[in-house]
């Protein structure tokens, strides 16, 4: 099969165009370095094509290992005898970086034998300010077509297949050598010259994008502007997903009650209700969230203000190792973790990306909320301070809410001054791409392909793993008492671990089944304690709590637990898939809990002094 | 003709790259120099925000933002059209 390469620098327009080629939804931003991995696919109007969209790379002369793999797997693939073309797409309005790259490209397509194609992107956004390319002149300069074209509107596309098709079954001779030899200096004085003599005049794009900056990153109004956005990210994550998460829950659970009722076994039913359907409701929950972040998020990076926000948070966040572009995964993270690792793929620098993979977890997500609930109200008075402006149960719950953020932070800040520098670092230069208006068909592509991956990848670990503990409380005694199952068994077990926080084995089960989910938590010690339905009515739960002789140092100790351990099966099988490491997700889980059991037995022994 | 570096810029002034300075990683310099921040390229300063936050530069027609770690180390010459 006929191949061809699609090769670009970041943010001009690739992905989009490899979805226009090839109906596939590649992820598409306006934000450098979105394309993560190599996605293949056939050409529409070409079936017997194959399209092969290689990384965004700024250069042919990686700084970074991620870069390095990127240009290995370009190199190797003009390797192959089926390449029959490479499309090299440049930004328009953006003609000197992007020529820098297309000579290098060219310059490797000769040493090749290799056609290439340049696919001057964005000419819409030249057009809609009377700007001109002289696109033939430049081709002439090159030695190589280029083709004027428009990724977003699809004009010009059809000029590309075209000259594909033309290529097809033809004996194609080798393209004129006239860079190999070339090095990059001249190179770099030549894209200048050829931007100069064909690009563009003028410069009515940066003065349109310097009056938004203007606003955007003025010390007022950017502050203001940044807060509000950030505000409505944060919303549409914890208020407008509600609605779509419990009509989840509502489906699966009507779905439960006309399916189980019609198996007649025993242990298939129970299988059926608390196995399967929550296992699949473990993952499908997280849907609706995912996609309304992926697609503000993609909202974000389409209309360019990503950049900007990085640009904003990033002075703070670097004094803990982290960048600005950590923001918005860490902000996601305090609804929930999981849309927040996705979101960390936008980080270029694989170390601060790395680093904020370890902060995201320790942000406080909303599973948390039904325990730090639940312990507050049994531990923590109900009385108010300061003439009832302040409440200790509000103050308590913004303090382990802070907590947790500040622990994040300590440990990229830690991690990023001890470690050793495994994972490369890239420096803060940070393209500022010019605003445009988002696409919503993209988007919404996009979040669905952001959830599907979720379900389909991740779902598969925490469905099987919701199963798995399913079956060591419901055996051997068929789910008639917890406290007698495997993992009753198994909480005496590990009592001894517990004992000296003040907790005993039925505490020890509850944190053994949060692993599932933070929030299973409360539901399992109702269902030791025998109170039903303990996580839709917390009170009876609370009151029992209180009227045990369990220390207040014992609840404080379980908070702080709560908040640094990394009990939860989704972020684990996520941080995995999404850092391709099952060793790191292994040293970061036991890590936080080791973290999490020091601190939490400070706070008993802290308490004990008090009491 | 006073020569300084892209850090010490403010909002509005305008600049001649001189060279890099030894403390600059090589990976660092080839990525400025992709980035067309190469020596006599003419450089503008379009933000420079309050708290040491990033500045915002242009250089062609394209901006970036740089932070300290990477623009103190560029050193430069203010630039005026009369030379």
Request: with cysteine.
């Amino acid at each position: 099969m006929d191949k061809v390469i699609l090769i670009g620098s970041p943010n001009s327009g690739k992905s989009l165009l490899f979805n226009r080629l090839t109906g596939l939804a590649q992820k598409v931003a306006n934000f450098p370095g979105i394309t993560v991995d190599v996605g293949v696919g056939r050409l529409q109007a070409l079936p017997d094509v194959e399209l092969i969209d290689f990384p965004g790379t700024y250069s042919l002369q990686a700084i970074s290992a991620e870069e390095a793999v990127a240009v290995e797997h370009f190199e190797r693939a003009l390797e192959d005898p089926d390449v029959r073309y490479v499309l090299c797409l440049i930004d328009s309005t953006r003609l000197e970086k992007s020529l820098y790259f297309t000579l290098q490209v060219i310059r490797d397509c000769e040493r090749h034998g290799k056609r290439v194609m340049v696919l001057a992107n964005m000419i819409d956004v030249l057009d809609s300010h009377r700007l001109t390319l002289d696109a033939a002149a430049l081709s002439a300069a090159l030695h190589t077509p280029v083709l004027p074209l428009s990724a977003r509107s699809g004009k010009g596309v059809d000029a590309v297949i075209r000259e594909l098709e033309k290529s097809r079954g033809v004996a194609m001779a080798p393209p004129r050598a006239h860079l190999v030899d070339t090095p990059d200096e001249l190179l770099r004085g030549t894209a200048h010259q050829l931007a100069h003599r064909f690009g563009p005049k003028g410069d009515v794009l940066v003065r349109t994008q310097t009056r938004l900056d203007r606003f955007f990153l003025h010390s007022f109004t950017g502050g203001i502007s940044f807060f509000l956005i950030m505000y409505l990210l944060f919303q549409s994550i914890f208020t407008w997903a509600a609605p779509a998460m419990d009509a989840v829950e509502w489906v699966l659970g009507r779905a439960a009650d006309a399916v189980v009722p019609l198996i007649g076994n025993q242990l298939a039913r129970d299988f059926t209700a608390d196995a399967l359907f929550g296992g699949i409701g473990a993952f499908l929950v997280f849907v609706p969230q995912i996609f309304v972040l992926t697609f503000i998020i993609g909202l974000l990076e389409d209309s360019g203000y990503m950049a900007r926000a990085a640009l904003i948070c990033h002075k703070p966040l670097r004094l803990f190792g982290l960048t600005g572009k950590s923001f918005i995964p860490m902000l996601s993270g305090v609804a929930c973790a999981i849309p927040g690792i996705y979101a960390a793929r936008a980080i270029d620098s694989p170390r601060k990306r790395l680093l904020t993979y370890m902060a995201i977890p320790l942000m406080p997500c909303s599973a948390r909320l039904p325990v730090y609930t639940l312990l507050i109200a049994a531990f923590i008075p109900s009385g108010t301070t300061l003439g009832g402006l302040v409440g200790w149960q509000g103050l308590a719950m913004f303090g382990i809410y802070f907590f947790g953020m500040l622990c994040g932070l300590l440990v990229t800040g830690l991690v990023s001054r001890t470690s050793e520098d495994h994972y490369t670092d890239l420096p803060f230069v940070l393209e500022l791409p010019p605003y445009r208006l988002p696409g919503l068909q993209p988007l919404l592509r996009n979040a669905w392909n952001r959830a599907r991956h979720f379900v389909t990848k991740a779902g598969r670990i925490i469905f099987a793993v919701t199963v798995f503990v399913w079956f060591l409380g419901y055996f051997p005694n068929y789910g008639t008492d917890l406290g007698s199952s495997w993992l009753g068994y198994l909480g005496h077990i590990v009592e001894p671990l517990f004992a000296p926080l003040g907790l005993d084995w039925r505490y020890g089960v509850a944190i053994l089944t949060s692993f599932l989910a933070r929030e299973v938590f409360v539901g399992t010690l109702g269902t030791i304690f025998g109170i039903e339905g303990a996580d839709e009515n917390m009170v009876p739960l609370v009151e029992h709590i209180q009227s045990s002789d369990m220390a207040v140092g014992s609840g404080l100790a379980l908070l702080v637990f709560f908040a640094i351990a990394l009990q939860c099966v989704s972020t684990v099988a996520i941080l995995a898939r999404e850092s391709e490491s099952n060793s790191l997700v292994a040293k970061m889980f036991i890590g936080y809990f080791l973290f999490a059991y020091a601190a939490a037995l400070a706070v008993y022994q802290l308490a004990g002094l008090f009491s | 003709m006073l020569s300084d570096t892209l850090w010490s810029l403010r909002a509005g002034d305008r600049c001649q790259i001189l060279d890099y300075d030894e403390a600059l990683a090589e990976k660092y310099r080839v990525r400025l120099m992709e980035f067309g921040f190469h020596p006599g390229e003419v450089v503008t300063c379009l933000h420079s925000p309050s708290f040491g936050a990033p500045k915002v530069y242009r250089v062609s027609n394209t901006i970036f933002s740089l932070d300290d770690e990477v623009a103190t180390h560029v050193r430069v010459r203010l630039w005026s059209p009369d030379g």
